[in-house]
């Protein structure tokens, strides 16, 4: 057997060289910004991924495909392979990598110290480093609004969550998304429950149901698992879901009520901007009401729904919330 | 066998082992082609990128550590007649056994932690392992089912250890939550062999302990019982060897690889436990085991092969801008061609049919061919 | 727990576990006969992706739910013929044959997905078709009679299946197969024939089970719809030792205690939900652990029937 080892390492020589022989160069020069971007999902999952997806292609399609290269890996959710493929970006001198998660976070990093040239972002998350820009949707301040409207309209009195993994973002818009609700109506039943998959629609639909089936009239949740959830709900009238990172009405358009969503163009064009004067990372960047990179959309099909005295409550918390009178707090209490 | 039959033998298994491959990629082509790319242009990015500069042969090499451990892991329990899917669940249990013990003592100077850290690695999936190995020896419950529900399992558990008790303090104090624990005390860091990658001395590691099984697998009375063990458990317990406790032991081993290899990808690649750390090794390393042809030294190369072609597919799909779910497929159809090929390799009188009219005389040659063949 | 009458929450927990239980039926009952005949099939959960992702399509194009159960059904077939060639044909290792069509269907199942589908979308599938008077006895019937037909035919399987297994002569050929492949031989059998249709009926099952996924359950496909469901199916069929009744019990402790975990949770019940979730698993490890010690297996399990090599 060792004979045919030695062969199999041969062989693998031989495909060396064969390789080297038939190398062609991908060299590619010119000045155009160069933007890859790094999933954990898929770029079609109607929540996190395809938001980012989406504001990118209309950057490029604003900017041109002459100013601007985008590329696209997708369905890297373990750190092994993203840490390749970011490295790879790196090394094939992209000047921005987007590496979409809050989980790459150790990775950008371990690759950021190897690559001080090149611009790395990554979000939702708080650390910068020289070369390396953190994001962050305000989820929070959305959040709150799906709450607070969901604590005033519910009929039952219950309103629910259905959660992908106890972690990161998901923690972030649950909690604004309670103190809404409690804000609206401290009476309210406010329960949560989680699938323990970020990917599992089939588990978030059966969890929706069972939500539903205890009394639930008002559903919430984030991550791809989500859209499972709001199919579920469109199968009983009388019950609504609030939608985030995206809006999902298309598929659910009289059970979608209204929907925090990110427009995250914004704030790519800013890491454009910054690159340019020669700022390569350190900064925070938000996705916020104030400059309307964060929106709150009421589905317009179902905005007569809403009674005025509620949707000015919800304007008129919009409006504290910009102008910093109300502050949505966070899960451990800081920043 | 005289020599020269061996080396013939070994180099039609190489090219039966070619000629799968080459059929997998063909069937591959089909589907880049339906993707909307041209599938010369992908597969030549498939097959350069592992070579195109340090990025691509340092990445293979990282990749093919820890399905080498895992591998080794597997070849082990294999040849004792027991198989260890329950890669995944031993490789966190052990990183994340490893982890503890290491922020426990984090002042430590690193030639004394750095061993005791792996050697916690390899207890913590030992036991993870041992267990499944315990329930089939003693309870008679399938390790199939065992080991696929035990990574369910040790998943969750890490996940909530890493969520909750073992969180970066950092993640809290910002409020973001990411599940991940601290970078672990610098000292005991594997080293970085090339700049601007992230290879490391793991690897060398690895390939040591595949002369180690080796030697441990042919050289000593428990490797000869437990190989008896896997070739006829009856046969062996007739001679008097206690084939449950060896079963148990093999499955032992098997995790404690997996642990191993969970807390090298630690210490060499991420510097602190985070989600889907297992990164599917636990199941390739299966595949790398019997691309190695079930031998220790074997597996080497089949891990680095391994780790090319994963890679290069990887690259690939990003050159060319097709769906990432083309790779899984791609991976997928190697697999079924090389164990479907399999058989040519071990009844070669199949495929001799195919080239010569058979004649009365073959079927005794061929015979003789088999029980030559039946050596490991 | 306000606002919560527990007997509704009973009711509940168990129609939630009859709901769940249906593509863990459909596939661990396709993969008993798979194993009863000595083949271990580990490509379930990739069958049910495709046939999740055919169910879906076909429903989505055509609008008929019911082509769509059939379409998946033939793609099961024709993986189930896959299986067959390269672990019964090719005498391939079982586990990593299986292995490898698991991750063929799942990458082409999400490439098929990307290039003619593209977006996430639902479709209309089956409604719950409550049986008449069956469904409004009390407690019963809202466990029992008010799901789609796909749910009771799960249920139905169960009881045909162990029909088919026992009382006819094509079962006890595919029981003689798994257990004396060469015996059987001898007496005339065709071992790798029989072993072929039952990995054709494994895989029939198996994308029926996906497509209850898509079709009767979330009314849309994802990306890696089936997360896991194929595995445990197959864990199942060790668990109901490779009888459809216990297969069935088996099913129902697996999807109850599923549903008890979900409930629990949305009843505000407060634990790490980590241990929720595995709490089925736990809940089947031991359950095998406190089973009968040695109990039958197929004893040709896993090993390719050679003529030539007796």
């Given at each position: 057997?060792n004979?045919?080892t030695?062969?199999?390492?041969?062989?693998?020589?031989?495909?060396?060289?064969?390789g080297?022989?038939?190398?062609?160069?991908?060299?590619?020069?010119?000045?155009?910004?160069?933007?890859a971007?790094?999933?954990?999902?898929?770029?079609d999952?109607?929540?996190?991924?395809?938001?980012?997806?989406?504001?990118l292609?209309?950057?490029?399609?604003?900017?041109?495909?002459?100013?601007?290269?985008?590329?696209v890996?997708?369905?890297?959710?373990?750190?092994v392979?993203?840490?390749?493929?970011?490295?790879?970006?790196?090394?094939?001198?992209?000047?921005?990598?987007?590496a979409h998660?809050a989980?790459?976070?150790?990775?950008?990093?371990?690759?950021?110290?190897?690559?001080?040239?090149?611009?790395?972002?990554?979000?939702s998350a708080?650390?910068?480093?020289?070369?390396?820009?953190a994001?962050?949707?305000?989820?929070?301040?959305?959040?709150?609004l799906?709450?607070?409207?969901?604590?005033?309209?519910t009929?039952?009195?219950?309103?629910a969550?259905?959660g992908?993994?106890e972690?990161?973002?998901a923690v972030?818009?649950?909690?604004?998304f309670?103190?809404?609700?409690?804000?609206?109506?401290?009476?309210?039943?406010?329960?949560i429950?989680?699938?323990?998959?970020?990917?599992?629609?089939?588990g978030?639909g059966?969890?929706?149901k069972?939500h539903?089936?205890?009394?639930?009239?008002?559903?919430?949740?984030?991550?791809?698992?989500?859209?499972?959830a709001v199919?579920?709900?469109a199968?009983r009238?009388g019950?609504?879901?609030?939608?985030t990172?995206?809006d999902?009405?298309?598929l659910?358009?009289?059970?979608?009520?209204?929907?925090q969503?990110?427009?995250?163009?914004?704030?790519?064009?800013e890491?454009?901007?910054?690159?340019?004067?020669g700022?390569?990372g350190?900064?925070?960047?938000?996705l916020s009401?104030?400059?309307?990179?964060?929106?709150?959309?009421?589905?317009?099909?179902?905005?007569?729904?809403i009674?005025?005295?509620?949707m000015e409550?919800?304007?008129?918390?919009k409006?504290?919330?910009?102008?910093?009178?109300?502050?949505?707090?966070?899960?451990?209490?800081?920043k | 066998?005289?020599?020269s039959?061996?080396?013939?033998q070994?180099?039609?298994?190489?090219?039966?082992?070619?000629?799968?491959?080459?059929?997998?990629l063909?069937?591959?082509?089909?589907l880049?082609?339906?993707?909307?790319?041209?599938?010369?242009?992908?597969?030549?990015?498939?097959?350069?990128?592992?070579?195109?500069g340090?990025?691509g042969?340092t990445e293979?090499?990282?990749?093919?550590?820890?399905?080498?451990?895992?591998?080794?892991?597997?070849?082990?329990s294999?040849?004792s007649?027991?198989?260890?899917?329950?890669g995944?669940?031993?490789m966190?249990?052990?990183?994340?056994?490893?982890?503890a013990?290491?922020?426990?003592?984090s002042q430590?100077?690193?030639?004394?932690?750095?061993?005791?850290?792996?050697?916690?690695?390899?207890l913590?999936?030992?036991?993870?392992?041992?267990?499944?190995g315990w329930?089939?020896a003693?309870?008679?419950?399938?390790?199939?089912?065992?080991?696929?529900?035990?990574?369910?399992?040790?998943?969750?558990?890490?996940?909530?250890?890493?969520?909750?008790?073992?969180i970066?303090?950092?993640?809290?104090?910002?409020g973001?939550?990411?599940?991940?624990?601290?970078?672990?005390?610098?000292?005991?860091?594997?080293?970085?062999?090339?700049?601007?990658?992230?290879?490391?001395?793991?690897?060398?590691?690895?390939?040591?302990?595949?002369?180690?099984?080796?030697?441990?697998?042919?050289?000593?009375t428990?490797?000869?019982?437990?190989r008896?063990?896997?070739e006829?458990?009856?046969?062996?317990?007739?001679?008097g060897?206690d084939?449950e406790?060896y079963q148990?032991?093999?499955?032992?081993l098997a995790?404690?690889?997996?642990?191993?290899?969970?807390?090298?990808?630690?210490?060499?690649?991420?510097?602190?436990?985070?989600?889907?750390?297992?990164?599917?090794y636990?199941?390739?390393?299966?595949?790398?085991?019997?691309?190695?042809?079930?031998?220790?030294?074997?597996?080497?190369?089949?891990?680095?092969?391994?780790g090319m072609?994963?890679?290069?597919a990887?690259?690939?799909q990003?050159?060319v801008?097709?769906?990432a779910?083309?790779?899984m497929?791609?991976?997928?159809?190697?697999?079924?061609f090389?164990?479907?090929s399999?058989?040519?390799v071990?009844?070669?009188e199949?495929?001799?049919?195919w080239?010569?009219?058979?004649?009365?005389?073959t079927?005794?040659r061929?015979?003789?061919?088999?029980?030559?063949?039946?050596?490991? | 727990?306000?606002?919560?009458?527990?007997?509704?929450?009973?009711?509940?927990?168990?129609?939630?576990?009859?709901?769940?239980?249906a593509?863990f039926?459909?596939?661990?009952?396709?993969?008993?006969?798979?194993?009863r005949?000595?083949?271990?099939?580990?490509?379930?959960?990739?069958i049910?992706?495709?046939?999740?992702?055919?169910?879906?399509?076909?429903?989505?194009?055509?609008g008929?739910?019911y082509?769509?159960?059939?379409?998946?059904?033939?793609?099961?077939?024709?993986?189930?013929?896959?299986?067959?060639?390269?672990s019964?044909?090719?005498?391939?290792?079982?586990?990593?044959?299986?292995?490898?069509?698991?991750m063929?269907?799942?990458g082409?199942?999400g490439?098929?997905?990307?290039?003619?589908?593209?977006?996430?979308?639902?479709?209309?599938?089956?409604?719950?078709?409550?049986?008449?008077?069956?469904?409004?006895i009390?407690?019963?019937?809202?466990?029992?009679?008010?799901?789609?037909w796909?749910?009771?035919?799960?249920?139905?399987?169960?009881?045909i299946?162990w029909?088919?297994l026992?009382?006819?002569?094509?079962?006890?050929?595919?029981?003689?197969?798994g257990?004396?492949?060469?015996?059987?031989?001898?007496?005339?059998v065709?071992?790798n024939?029989v072993?072929y249709?039952?990995?054709?009926l494994?895989?029939?099952?198996?994308?029926?089970?996906?497509?209850?996924?898509?079709?009767?359950?979330?009314?849309?496909?994802?990306?890696?719809?089936?997360?896991?469901?194929?595995?445990i199916a197959?864990?199942?069929?060790?668990?109901?030792r490779?009888?459809?009744?216990?297969?069935?019990?088996?099913?129902?402790?697996?999807?109850?205690m599923?549903?008890?975990?979900l409930w629990l949770?949305v009843?505000?019940?407060?634990?790490?939900?980590?241990?929720?979730?595995i709490?089925?698993?736990?809940?089947?490890?031991?359950?095998?652990?406190?089973?009968?010690?040695?109990?039958?297996?197929?004893?040709?399990?896993?090993?390719?029937f050679?003529?030539?090599s007796?």
């Open positions: 057997m004979k045919f030695k062969v199999l390492t041969a062989a693998i020589v031989l495909g060396l060289f064969v080297v022989c038939v190398l062609g160069g991908f060299v590619e020069a010119n000045n155009k910004v160069r933007i971007l790094v999933l954990a999902s898929t770029t999952d109607m929540a996190w991924s395809q938001s980012m997806y989406e504001a292609l209309a950057l490029e399609e604003q900017m041109g495909k002459d100013n601007l290269e985008l590329v890996s997708e369905r890297l959710e373990n750190p392979d993203a840490g390749a493929a970011i490295r790879q970006y790196a090394d094939q001198g992209f000047d921005i990598v987007i998660g989980q790459f976070q150790s990775v950008v990093f371990e690759v950021a110290e190897d690559f001080p040239e090149t611009s790395f972002a990554y979000g708080f650390k910068t480093g020289p070369n390396v820009f994001y962050e949707p305000l989820a929070q301040q959305g959040a709150y799906n709450g607070l409207l969901a604590g005033y309209m009929k039952t009195g219950v309103v969550i259905v992908p993994v972690s990161g973002d972030k818009y649950n909690y604004g309670e103190q809404g609700v409690k804000a609206a109506n401290p009476d309210v039943n406010f329960r429950a989680y699938t323990g998959s970020f990917g599992d629609v089939v978030a059966e969890l929706a069972i539903m089936d205890a009394g639930a009239d008002f559903l919430t949740g984030s991550a791809q698992q989500a859209v499972g199919r579920a709900c199968e009238s019950v609504y879901w609030m939608s990172d995206m999902q009405s298309s659910a358009p009289d059970t979608v009520l209204a929907a969503v990110y427009h995250w163009d914004k704030l790519v064009a890491m454009l901007e910054l690159r340019k004067q700022i390569r350190g900064k925070h960047l938000y009401f104030v400059d309307d990179s964060l929106e709150f959309r009421i589905n317009p099909r179902l905005a007569d729904r009674p005025a005295d509620i409550k919800i304007e008129k918390a409006q504290d919330i910009v102008d910093g009178t109300l502050v949505i707090e966070l899960p451990g209490g800081t | 066998m005289k020599r039959n061996r080396v013939a070994s180099l039609s298994q190489l090219a039966l082992l070619m000629g799968a491959l080459l059929m997998a063909l069937v591959g082509a089909i880049i082609g339906i993707a909307g790319a041209n599938p010369l242009v992908a597969y030549r990015a498939m097959f350069l990128g592992p070579f195109s340090r990025f042969m293979s090499l990282v990749k093919a550590t820890p399905l080498l451990l895992v591998g080794l892991g597997v070849i082990t294999f040849r007649g027991i198989l260890n899917i329950g995944e669940g031993q966190v249990i052990g990183a994340i056994a490893g982890t013990v290491a922020f426990a003592f430590w100077p690193a030639f004394i932690l750095l061993p005791l850290v792996l050697i916690a690695s390899v913590a999936g030992a036991v993870w392992g041992g267990f499944a329930l089939k003693r309870l008679n419950v399938n390790e199939i089912l065992s080991t696929v529900m035990l990574n369910s399992i040790a998943l969750q558990l890490c996940l909530y250890l890493i969520r909750g008790p073992m970066d303090p950092e993640e809290v104090a910002y973001t939550g990411t599940p991940q624990t601290a970078q672990l005390p610098r000292q005991i860091w594997m080293a970085r062999l090339v700049r601007g990658t992230r290879f490391h001395w793991g690897f060398f590691l690895a390939v040591a302990l595949a002369f180690v099984v080796f030697i441990f697998l042919w050289r000593t428990i490797g000869y019982r437990m008896a063990a896997g006829g458990p009856n046969a062996a317990r007739a001679a060897i084939v406790k148990i032991l093999a499955m032992a995790g404690g690889f997996a642990g191993l290899a969970g807390m090298v990808e630690v210490l060499g690649v991420h510097r602190r436990v985070l989600e889907g750390l297992s990164a599917g636990g199941f390739s390393g299966i595949v790398v085991a019997l691309f190695g042809r079930l031998h220790p030294i074997g597996a080497i190369p089949a891990a680095i092969l391994f072609l994963t890679l290069g990887d690259m690939m990003r050159a801008a097709i769906p779910a083309i790779v497929a791609i991976q997928g159809l190697v697999v079924l090389v164990v479907g399999d058989i040519l071990r009844h070669p199949i495929w001799q049919r080239f010569r009219k058979k004649s009365p005389g079927q005794g061929l015979e003789a061919d088999r029980a030559g063949s039946g050596n490991q | 727990m306000q606002g919560v009458v527990i007997s509704n929450v009973v009711i509940g927990i168990l129609a939630t576990g009859v709901r769940l239980l593509p039926l459909f596939a661990s009952i396709g993969e008993m006969f798979c194993q005949s000595g083949v271990f099939n580990l490509g379930v959960e990739g049910m992706m495709m046939g999740a992702f055919v169910g879906f399509f076909v429903t989505l194009r055509l008929n739910p082509l769509g159960v059939v379409m998946a059904i033939l793609i099961g077939i024709a993986l189930g013929l896959l299986m067959a060639l390269v019964v044909t090719m005498q391939a290792p079982q586990g990593i044959s299986g292995i490898g069509l698991y063929f269907c799942w082409l199942s490439l098929l997905f990307r290039i003619y589908v593209g977006f996430i979308t639902s479709i209309e599938g089956f409604k719950p078709l409550p049986i008449p008077g069956l469904a409004s009390p407690v019963l019937g809202p466990i029992l009679f008010q799901h789609n796909l749910v009771y035919l799960s249920i139905l399987l169960v009881p299946s029909f088919v026992f009382k006819t002569d094509w079962g006890l050929k595919v029981q003689a197969v257990v004396t492949p060469q015996a059987a031989d001898t007496l005339g065709n071992v024939a072993r249709q039952c990995l054709m494994g895989g029939a099952l198996a994308g029926l089970a996906g497509a209850f996924l898509t079709v009767g359950q979330a009314n849309m496909y994802a990306d890696n719809i089936t997360a896991g469901r194929g595995f197959v864990a199942l069929v060790y668990f109901g490779w009888n459809p009744v216990g297969v069935l019990l088996g099913s129902l402790l697996f999807s109850m599923n549903s008890l975990q949770q009843l505000g019940i407060n634990f790490p939900y980590e241990f929720a979730v709490l089925p698993y736990v809940v089947t490890i031991a359950a095998l652990a406190v089973a009968v010690r040695h109990v039958w297996a197929p004893t040709a399990l896993g090993k390719p050679r003529r030539e007796i």
